[in-house]
């Protein structure tokens, strides 16, 4: 069977092409993490810039909370956390650790849609917990409901459909609950 020099030609240029997208993975896979660690990085620098409480510290946490709100982490939280907790006037440091709170619940409620599961959505009902606005809270609340019935939902169906029975033989086989 002989190929002609097209099939041969198009065959070389497929495999350069998947050579290309492959080194072109490898390459820029961890772009986006990197970039999230240069933002944590200088987020990181201008809330430790010093430790007093002055007025120009709080205007560093605050402008911080406006970047976290856009790009929110973990470590972020964790580190503005601390940032917060020196802050001497009680008032502020109310109302930057509300601030951090609704903060702390969207990213809690990010990861239980994404994730799905029990747990990630009890830890998200603990972050909307610590929320006082009622309005905020509120909110958080009626989004974490949805994700939650949809956990249920699936734990329900998933429940349902792998229960399984002994039979006489004393094998186990899998049954379908059509009745829920």
């Given at each position: 069977?002989?190929?002609?020099?097209s099939?041969?030609?198009?065959?070389?240029?497929?495999?350069?092409?998947?050579?290309?997208?492959?080194?072109?993975?490898?390459?820029?896979?961890?772009?986006e993490?990197?970039?999230?660690?240069?933002?944590?990085?200088?987020?990181?620098?201008?809330?430790?810039?010093?430790s007093?409480?002055?007025?120009e510290?709080?205007?560093?946490?605050?402008?911080?909370?406006?970047?976290?709100?856009?790009?929110?982490?973990?470590?972020?939280?964790?580190?503005?956390?601390?940032?917060?907790?020196k802050?001497?006037?009680?008032?502020?440091?109310?109302?930057?650790?509300?601030?951090?709170?609704?903060?702390?619940?969207?990213?809690?409620?990010?990861?239980?849609?994404?994730?799905?599961?029990?747990d990630?959505?009890?830890?998200?009902?603990?972050?909307?917990?610590?929320?006082?606005?009622?309005t905020?809270?509120?909110?958080?609340?009626?989004?974490?409901?949805?994700?939650?019935?949809?956990?249920?939902?699936?734990?329900?169906?998933?429940?349902?459909?792998?229960?399984?029975?002994?039979?006489?033989?004393?094998?186990?086989?899998?049954?379908?609950?059509?009745?829920?």
């Amino acid at each position: 069977m002989k190929q002609s020099k097209s099939e041969f030609f198009f065959f070389i240029l497929s495999i350069i092409l998947v050579i290309f997208l492959g080194a072109a993975f490898f390459i820029f896979r961890d772009s986006e993490s990197k970039a999230e660690k240069i933002d944590y990085q200088t987020s990181s620098q201008s809330t430790t810039t010093s430790s007093s409480t002055s007025e120009e510290d709080t205007t560093n946490i605050e402008q911080s909370l406006a970047s976290l709100k856009a790009n929110p982490t973990q470590d972020g939280i964790s580190s503005l956390q601390a940032e917060i907790d020196k802050v001497s006037d009680g008032t502020k440091k109310a109302q930057l650790q509300e601030e951090l709170n609704v903060i702390a619940a969207n990213l809690a409620i990010t990861t239980a849609d994404s994730l799905r599961t029990a747990d990630s959505v009890n830890a998200a009902q603990e972050a909307i917990n610590k929320v006082s606005d009622a309005t905020s809270k509120a909110n958080l609340q009626a989004e974490l409901d949805t994700i939650s019935q949809a956990v249920s939902a699936a734990a329900t169906a998933t429940q349902s459909y792998t229960d399984t029975y002994e039979d006489e033989t004393g094998s186990a086989a899998l049954t379908t609950d059509y009745a829920q």
